[in-house]
């Protein structure tokens, strides 16, 4: 598996809080079969990550966890808060995309309200030459409401991340299904864990695979499309 959605950089955000505590989550992303993950840090106003910043902690996390025989990748990227994207010039958005690409970048999703300027944004990203993937729209109410706001989106070319402990029923009920049918509609491209912590909103990417109930689909979210962002290759058919 591939997690495009952590927050395992210690110290950057509201995430790992120290390098232990990034350590700890490391080892347990390898013990569910993770092979990889985008180290994604919040970029808004509580948390104003500079590519610089990341770039830097990327860094330094992967020479430790390579210094104790932790067979994870930690990849560069962030994830990028609506207001922020006409606040940053093209060229440090290319630097804060997912695993270096360049291209996909990821956009946090409001937790509460719909902007209704969210498609303007968007479109203004693809403009760009940008890919947006939209984080965890599965737990703002508008989207659980009426899940089919994502489709204009997805039809322009934005792909949809859901968050593992959604699925498998972490988060609340609301998530779960909003999650499900997300899935079943075929309006997400990616599961990942979000993960803050090895206690506190843990990866669970296993629990949330099986919750699909379906081999070929949840290995096309967690790892061949993942895969294919990474490899800056095109996205592989969904699996019927």
Not at 19 to 33: I, N, P, S, T, Y
Not at 138 to 162: C, D, K
């Amino acid at each position: 598996m591939i997690d495009l959605h952590t927050h395992i950089l210690p110290g950057i955000d509201d995430g790992a809080r120290t390098l232990q505590d990034a350590v700890d989550l490391a080892r347990l992303f390898v013990r569910e079969g993770v092979t990889a993950v985008a180290a994604t840090p919040h970029v808004r106003d509580d948390f104003p990550t500079s590519a610089d910043l990341m770039l830097r902690a990327v860094g330094a996390l992967q020479s430790v966890l390579d210094q104790e025989d932790i067979p994870l990748i930690v990849l560069p990227g962030a994830e990028v808060a609506v207001d922020w994207l006409a606040r940053l010039h093209d060229s440090e958005l290319r630097r804060l995309a997912l695993g270096g690409s360049g291209r996909y970048i990821l956009v946090e999703t409001p937790y509460r309200g719909w902007p209704v300027d969210l498609l303007e944004r968007i479109l203004r990203l693809r403009v760009a030459g940008f890919t947006p993937v939209l984080a965890h729209p599965e737990r703002n109410a508008a989207v659980q409401a009426r899940p089919s706001l994502l489709a204009p989106l997805v039809s322009g070319g934005t792909l949809i991340q859901v968050t593992a402990s959604s699925l498998d029923g972490r988060l609340g009920s609301a998530s779960r299904e909003a999650g499900h049918r997300l899935v079943t509609a075929g309006l997400a491209h990616i599961v990942a864990s979000d993960a803050h912590g090895s206690r506190v909103r843990a990866p669970g990417m296993l629990a949330a695979l099986k919750a699909i109930r379906d081999d070929a689909l949840a290995r096309w979210l967690a790892s061949d499309v993942p895969r294919a962002i990474l490899q800056d290759q095109a996205l592989p058919a969904r699996p019927r």
